[in-house]
């Protein structure tokens, strides 16, 4: 990996300084939640408790992690509070930045803000509870914003779960209502003018109703829960 730091990291987070040389023009950034009891997946939890919320998302974060891992972009991963150096993100594939602003929406612009201040002509951020996403569906919408502006993959719930650019745009992260069936609608009024494709629509993973058919996901239920047997 093309790495620049000028001393020895003193804690994991001081990884977020590091300065990396791009070795694409592309460049993928995945927001991530540090797994910890409580603070992930709380609308799931409501039904299913806090541990197994904590081990669907620790699930998905593998899943995310083995979709990504073999991808010919540049992949930064933005954590949401501090920055673990030695997880299922391996540092030698995946780079570590920490996520900066008061809300989702100004987390989201000042990580394209800093990556495309890197060089890159192609940025696409995604969570990290996508089940329904692939590896295919990201190469997919790198290929269309080589012809396009911006690149947006619809969820179900009227949010999105993939938004792509080829520079930075601050104005469709504001005002917006975050987790709300309006975030799509509302970003889509912001890009009237301009020239975007929307992927597939798929399912996220927020509540219980989006997992309870899913087999994957039966071993992490309460027994009352469990409708495979």
Known sequence: MALLTSKETASDN????????????????????????GKVKTRLAKTV?????????????KHTMEITKNLKVDKYVFYSENIYKDDIWNSEIFRKKLQSGSDLGERMSNAFSEIFSMGYEIAIIIGSDMMDLQSQDLKTAFDTLQNHR?????????????????????????????SSDTVLSDTLNDLTQEDYILLEEKNDIDHYEDLENEEAFQKYLPSHLNNIQ
Do not use: H
């Open 14 to 37: 001081e990884m977020a300084k590091d300065f990396y040389f791009p070795t694409s023009k592309r460049a993928l950034i995945i927001f991530t939640k540090n797994p910890e009891l």
């Open 49 to 61: 408790g806090d541990q197994n919320a904590l081990e669907i998302y620790k699930f998905l974060l």
């Open 150 to 178: 911006y690149v947006i993959g619809p969820a179900k719930d009227g949010g999105y779960y993939l938004m792509g650019m080829k520079e930075p745009n601050p104005n469709i992260f504001r005002d917006k209502k975050w």
